[in-house]
């Protein structure tokens, strides 16, 4: 049992969205791309205990916060999941809510569409509308079955929280499991393996008749009790003496739901008998806890779960990050995870991935799975993954490049004109640039197809190439920049000046760290300094030799090629770029 699709309207930053899922799948992609958005959406439509909060929602739930249309007419949040790979049981349970589901043409059947295509198989659609309902001036919503409907093709079932806890579905939030996991709060960890192990909590009336019966202070205290005297003579001179009793204070007014927010589970702290709160532990504590706390839910549930964890890296060495998703993923029906760490990533095969991307002039959210085509290697790409693809994968923008030298340059060269020139650049990282080393000018065309079919805006920086491969580049590209040299190491000689040349490398032969192998410059032979920086620059590729060059000299001797491709990506981020079109796919990968 899986989502097997999700749609969303009006929610939050999506205007419109409709993601597929095949199991368990990794979302990828820049901050404020709609990742937390689409579970906070899966929470609303098949959380068990989403719609007791109050309101269920609000104005800031509303796309661009609009609930009203110029017609001063209510508009609705809709949210659909489609929940695919029903058990026996649950085809049982639900038999008058089944529809079918075309696994290859991913889409829900008209039952008079069905066919005995092996590709077709039952299904339950769950639908959320929310909305500002005027005349109660109060925002509602309420949860559906889309079949069946009534005669004006409106769902007429709802869809109550007993039937949402069969699909099991539990949202871990990245900064608020460990507050609330041992909490009695409706929708914790805890409230959660309760209802999971059908426990029959008595502890709530045995609770409230103690608190009821506690007084904290009253007429024994001899402080407080004299002026409690004091307020009781006045009191019998108004009203009549068997209603004026004296106060005395308790606990609060408190009901079930105050206990739900107010009771903690303690935990030893290995100081003597002292316990402190469970939120108060360390953070390995928390996951462990965590952890176990999901391992019950799911085996009680024969796996009958679909979890939804957001950045199960956070506060956690990278060993425990692969050790928490892999448990995960085994104890669930489904897994869906949100991460931007790179051994997280690298545990997920390629058709796992789906790279999210929401833009933000229209609210149209979209999510792509990675495919590597025939020429990328599963194995280049996970082993790269750390190195390489991860940082393009999450940002929303990538600078292809040729190099390693590249790569570190023109960053590097990024964050120094933006010091110096504030107003007229700024830093590549700040405007949502990864940077991806293509290793060789043959791939980059390649790899600009790659990312662009993944959604993500494209620039792509280049040595002089013949016209055939340079128009390939530049038909997969949003931004393609040709510099007019040769290599990288050529660009630098011709475009720094010679003074600030002998002046770096003498530096580095007084400070000791001219590589020992290669030849020294001889003052007196004319371009013994260009043959000697440019072998220095050429066979240390990745080092940090270009970023100390740049370092040693000043804003006038930056190389002119660089700061007008920064100009030119400058200038296309606050433009922030063209619509994507899906770009046919190029198999010059290696």
């Given at each position: ?11 939050r930053?999506?205007?419109?969205s ?13 901050n404020?791309?709609?990742k937390?958005?689409?579970?906070e ?15 269920v929602i609000d104005?800031?739930d ?7 249309d110029?017609?001063r ?10 929940i ?5 049981e649950?085809r ?7 529809e079918?589901?075309?696994?290859a043409?991913?889409?829900v ?6 066919d005995t295509s092996?590709?077709i198989?039952?299904c339950?659609r ?5 909305r ?5 001036d ?12 009534d ?10 929280p007993?039937d ?11 900064l608020?499991?460990?507050t609330?996991a041992?909490?009695?709060?409706r929708?914790?960890l805890?409230?959660?393996v ?6 029959e ?13 506690t ?7 001899d ?13 019998k ?10 106060p ?7 009901t ?15 100081a003597?008998?002292?316990?402190a709160p469970f939120n108060?532990?360390g953070?390995?504590?928390v ?10 839910i799911?085996e ?5 779960v679909?979890f939804?964890?957001e ?16 448990l995960v993923r085994n ?7 949100t991460?931007h760490?790179p051994y997280?990533?690298?545990?997920f095969e390629?058709?796992?991935?789906l790279?999210v ?10 999510g ?8 990328l290697?599963?194995?280049a ?24 030298s ?6 590097f060269?990024?964050k120094?004109v ?6 007229q650049?700024?830093r590549l ?9 293509a290793q ?6 390649g ?18 190439q013949?016209a055939?491969?340079?128009a ?20 630098l000689?011709a475009e ?6 002998r ?13 020992p ?7 007196t032979?004319?371009g ?6 440019k ?28 700061v ?11 433009s922030?770029?063209p ?5 046919a ?6």
């Amino acid at each position: 049992m899986h989502v097997g699709q999700l749609s969303i309207a009006n929610f939050r930053g999506i205007f419109s969205s409709c993601i597929g899922f095949t199991g368990t799948t990794t979302l990828l992609g820049d901050n404020n791309s709609g990742k937390s958005t689409i579970f906070e959406a899966l929470e609303l439509v098949l959380g068990s205990d989403r719609l007791y909060r109050k309101p269920v929602i609000d104005e800031h739930d509303f796309y661009g916060g609009h609930y009203l249309d110029d017609e001063r007419t209510s508009t609705s949040i809709r949210i659909e999941a489609v929940i695919v790979g029903l058990d026996d049981e649950l085809r049982s349970r639900f038999r008058n809510n089944l529809e079918y589901w075309d696994t290859a043409k991913r889409e829900v059947l008209e039952h008079e569409s069905l066919d005995t295509s092996e590709n077709i198989e039952p299904c339950v659609r769950i639908v959320f509308i929310g909305r500002y309902d005027v005349n109660e001036d109060d925002f509602v919503g309420q949860t559906w079955f889309a079949s069946p409907q009534d005669e004006e093709d409106l769902p007429a079932q709802p869809c109550y929280p007993a039937d949402k806890r069969e699909f099991g579905f539990l949202h871990l939030r990245a900064l608020r499991t460990g507050t609330r996991a041992m909490s009695m709060e409706r929708g914790s960890l805890l409230d959660v393996v309760l209802r999971t192990f059908e426990v029959e909590i008595q502890m709530w009336e045995n609770l409230l008749n103690q608190l009821r019966n506690t007084s904290v202070a009253g007429d024994d205290d001899d402080d407080f009790g004299r002026v409690l005297r004091s307020i009781d003579e006045a009191m019998k001179k108004i009203v009549a003496a068997e209603w004026a009793e004296a106060p005395h204070l308790r606990v609060s007014e408190l009901t079930r739901e105050d206990l739900r927010h107010v009771l903690k589970a303690f935990m030893a702290t290995g100081a003597g008998t002292h316990s402190a709160p469970f939120n108060h532990q360390g953070s390995g504590t928390v996951n462990s806890l965590v952890i176990a706390m999901l391992t019950l839910i799911a085996e009680r549930r024969d796996k009958r779960v679909i979890f939804a964890m957001e950045e199960p890296e956070i506060s956690i060495p990278p060993t425990a990050q692969k050790r928490v998703v892999d448990l995960v993923r085994n104890l669930a029906g489904q897994a869906l995870f949100t991460s931007h760490s790179p051994y997280v990533i690298e545990e997920f095969e390629p058709s796992e991935l789906l790279v999210v991307h929401r833009d933000h002039s229209s609210g149209q959210l979209s999510g792509r799975t990675v495919d590597l085509g025939r020429s990328l290697k599963p194995k280049a790409f996970r082993e790269g993954m750390r190195t390489r693809f991860c940082e393009a994968l999450l940002a929303r923008r990538v600078l292809i490049t040729e190099g390693k030298s590249e790569a570190l340059a023109y960053p590097f060269l990024s964050k120094l004109v933006a010091n110096e020139m504030p107003t007229q650049f700024g830093r590549l990282d700040t405007a949502g640039w990864g940077v991806f080393d293509a290793q060789g000018d043959q791939n980059v065309a390649g790899f600009a197809s790659f990312f662009k079919n993944l959604g993500k805006q494209v620039a792509t920086i280049f040595d002089a190439q013949n016209a055939e491969t340079t128009a390939r580049i530049q038909a997969s590209s949003d931004v393609a920049i040709e510099q007019p040299h040769v290599g990288f190491e050529d660009l630098l000689i011709a475009e720094i000046p010679k003074s600030a040349q002998r002046s770096f490398v003498d530096q580095l032969i007084d400070d000791g760290e001219w590589p020992p192998h290669m030849d020294r410059p001889t003052p007196t032979e004319d371009g013994s300094y260009d043959r000697a920086l440019k072998q220095l620059l050429s066979k240390s590729k990745g080092e940090t030799f270009v970023i100390q060059l740049f370092e040693h000299i000043q804003y006038s001797d930056y190389p002119l090629t660089m700061v007008n491709a920064l100009t030119s990506l400058r200038n296309f981020t606050v433009s922030d770029g063209p619509t994507h079109d899906e770009a046919a796919h190029d198999d010059s990968l290696i």
